[in-house]
Structure formats: structure tokens, C-alpha cells
Nanobody, 115 residues
């Protein structure tokens, strides 16, 4: 079974930066597709970014140019570098691992953007 643990969330001022990390257990990471999602209070969970096993990334329009997703297959980690943060980025951020026909969720980490 796969376990995912997110870290790096916290309180940041508008315009600031944060780096979120997700560590995966097991031996499936290097062949997986990884994604970051977020869910704000009262809103549906939405896809933020994905990265394939080969490192090809895609982003939601709302974060393009501000967020960067990356992975380190040697460390079994995927990161989300967040810059120029806005109050509307406030949400719980989750990582997800896709392998074959299965997907696994992390527990989430809170990001709050506020003055």
C-alpha cells in the first residue's frame, strides 16, 4: 500500500512564497503520475498541478506562472513551489499518487494567505 505525507503548509502574507512537499512510501513512485489538489472552505476539491513519471507538468489556469511542480524520484518526493501567493490560494493542499488503475491521497496541509 502507498502512504503519502504532505508538509510545508502555514501562514504567509500575500505576495509571499511557500514550498509544499509530499513524501511517498513504497517502490511505485518513479512510475507514477503525481498531482496536487486543493480544497477551500465550502468549495469542491480542485486540481492544481500534475507531473508525469517523466517530468511533464501541467497546471490549472489560476496558478500558471506562479506555481511549479517538481519531483525527485531518488527521494520519492514531489514538491509544489508556490510564489506570488494570493488570498484566494488559501486552502488545504493534498497530494495524490496515480498508479495503474489506483489512486492514493495524502492527509493534506493547510495553506493560509492573509495579511
Amino acid at each position: 500500500q502507498v502512504q503519502l505525507v504532505e508538509s510545508g503548509g502555514g501562514l504567509v502574507q500575500p505576495g509571499g512564497s511557500l514550498k509544499l512537499s509530499c513524501a511517498a512510501s513504497g517502490n511505485l513512485f518513479s512510475r507514477s503520475v503525481m498531482g496536487w489538489y486543493r480544497q477551500a472552505p465550502g468549495k469542491q476539491r480542485e486540481l492544481v498541478a500534475t507531473i508525469t513519471s517523466g517530468g511533464s507538468a501541467s497546471y490549472a489556469d489560476s496558478v500558471k506562472g506562479r506555481f511549479t511542480i517538481s519531483r525527485d524520484n531518488a527521494k520519492n518526493t514531489v514538491d509544489l513551489h508556490m510564489s506570488s501567493l494570493k488570498p484566494e490560494d488559501t486552502a488545504v493542499y493534498y497530494c495524490r499518487l496515480y498508479i495503474n488503475s489506483y489512486a492514493f491521497w495524502g492527509q493534506g496541509t493547510q495553506v493560509t494567505v492573509s495579511s
